[in-house]
């Protein structure tokens, strides 16, 4: 047995991210993977040609946290930069058809996408008092600043397509937190954009979307072999248990039992993981994550020659409102998006289906799920080939659903686990689900662990690591 700062239980990028950050001001860093390899559900393939995610595909990032570990991780280089082609429009799918989604109020109200009197709703906006209160759904937020018709023909598209998430249930606080934050600081969204465009143009990160050369897989395996970060797979963890100074955490590993002492322990799986491993520590923290709902996904890729695509591809892919009926929650242009996806001459279609909206579609035969995908894709973009190459993900745990009163449980479970000294838990469940959320989140948790070190070396000086200042 011996000792470390810092054990982080899981290597998604949500452990990952908290250990590189650690690891950057000198503490002793260990992360204990229970499978083979580190990613979590960020895994890429290259193959025959195609590179293929089985999950987050790219990084739309606006916080200066993920612009830092880029730079400083020696990411810069590896990064793969949007095409000027997937940049010219935003689809929609509206009567069966796809339709452009204009990104001002002024190609908003001249879309077809509205009717009159839905345009009007649109330009009310400005005028509506500001009302929310914490349970209110995502449904209940959209319709009461944009109307019901935003909410059917867009955001129910969007939260379905990029959360898995109903809008019904979505709590529109811990879902849209960058919208609800406009209303709570501005009095109306029309208000918080026009001076949210005029602040950042003194404080803001520049926005940007990439992904990386060899695809998001590249961060994940930048991340675990950073200096610093000691990574250990197949490590699943069989017991955490206090300890004199700190955490004592017990595994099993290809090798037989291993144990270590952590002054520090993140516990990074997901909730029903993370759930059954507290369970014995603290029943009220268990019971919390296990209320935690998920919602599983099927992600389709097909692979086949441009020529039997009708569509021009200009543009990132479309989602779908529920209302049009289909099977798919959206589609990513992948080989519009980024240059290296597909061999020259042919193009790379990813496929979402699933998700709260139709959680029976992660139990479909594979023929069914590339079935039904082309059925929907053939009259959307003029899909005329048949694939040559098919790829098909399913998790049945796909991404957290952010449902009810969930800043309320959130607020909860860290202040549960402030009675537990040393014991932090981070993962998608909290604080949002992309990996932006998670490379930020993990830098304040960083912070907060090497607070509480300065704390401890003030009044036991040959407790603590070198710590360097700047993170």
């Known amino acids: 047995m011996h000792d470390i ?41 290259q193959r025959d040609g195609y590179l293929t995610e089985q999950t987050a595909s790219l990084l ?51 879309s077809p996408l509205w009717s009159g009197r839905g345009k009007l709703r649109l330009l009310l906006e400005p005028f509506i008092p500001a009302g929310e209160h914490e349970g209110e759904t995502v449904s209940e937020f959209i319709t009461r600043r944009l109307g019901r018709e935003m909410l059917d023909k867009v955001m129910d598209a969007f939260v379905a397509g990029i959360l898995a998430a109903d809008p019904d249930y979505a709590n529109a606080a811990a879902t849209l937190p960058r919208l609800t934050a406009l209303e709570r600081c501005y009095g109306s969204l029309t208000a918080g954009v026009f001076m949210h465009r005029v602040l950042r143009r003194r404080t803001a990160c520049r926005a940007e979307t990439f992904s990386f050369q060899g695809g998001m897989g590249t961060l994940i395996d930048t991340l675990s072999s950073s200096p610093g970060v000691h990574l250990r797979s197949q490590h699943a963890v069989a017991d955490l248990a206090p300890a004199r100074r700190g955490w004592r955490v017990s595994a099993t590993t290809p090798l037989g039992g291993r144990s270590v002492t952590a002054r520090h322990v993140v516990v990074s799986t997901p909730a029903s993981a993370a759930a059954r491993l507290i369970a014995p520590l603290d029943q009220n923290i268990a019971g919390l994550l296990q209320t935690i709902r998920y919602a599983p996904l099927a992600v389709v890729h097909l692979g086949m020659d441009r020529s039997g695509v009708g569509h021009p591809l200009d543009g990132a892919g479309f989602l779908v409102p529920g209302c049009e009926g289909l099977p798919l929650n959206g589609n990513q242009w992948m080989s519009t998006l980024f240059g290296d996806r597909a061999p020259a001459g042919k193009v790379l279609l990813t496929s979402y289906l699933g998700g709260a909206r139709r959680p029976e579609a992660v139990e479909w035969s594979n023929e069914r799920l590339v079935d039904e995908t082309l059925a929907a894709l053939r009259p959307l973009i003029g899909v005329g080939a048949d694939p040559e190459m098919v790829r098909i993900h399913r998790h049945h745990e796909g991404l957290p659903l952010y449902y009810g009163a969930h800043p309320a449980l959130e607020r909860e479970i860290a202040a549960t686990a402030r009675r537990h000294p040393g014991l932090h838990l981070e993962a998608n469940y909290l604080g949002g689900v992309s990996v932006r959320d998670r490379i930020a989140r993990g830098r304040a948790l960083a912070r907060r662990i090497l607070m509480q070190e300065r704390d401890v070396s003030a009044v036991y000086p040959a407790v603590a690591s070198p710590l360097i200042a700047g993170l």
């Not at 280089?77 to 990104?103: C, D, F, I």
Request: aromatic letters at 6%; proline letters at 3%.
């Open 5 to 45: 700062d810092a054990l982080i239980i899981g290597g998604g990028i949500s452990g990952l991210s908290t250990a590189w950050w650690l690891a950057q001001s000198g503490l002793s860093v260990e992360v204990w993977e229970a499978a083979a390899r580190p990613g979590g559900k960020i895994q890429s393939e």
């Open 60 to 110: 739309l990032n606006f916080r200066p946290e993920v612009a830092d570990m880029v730079h400083l991780a020696g990411l810069e280089a590896k990064k793969a930069a949007r095409t000027t082609a997937a940049e010219a429009n935003r689809y929609l799918v509206h009567q069966g058809r796809l339709v452009s989604l204009p990104m001002r109020l002024g190609g908003l109200v001249r």
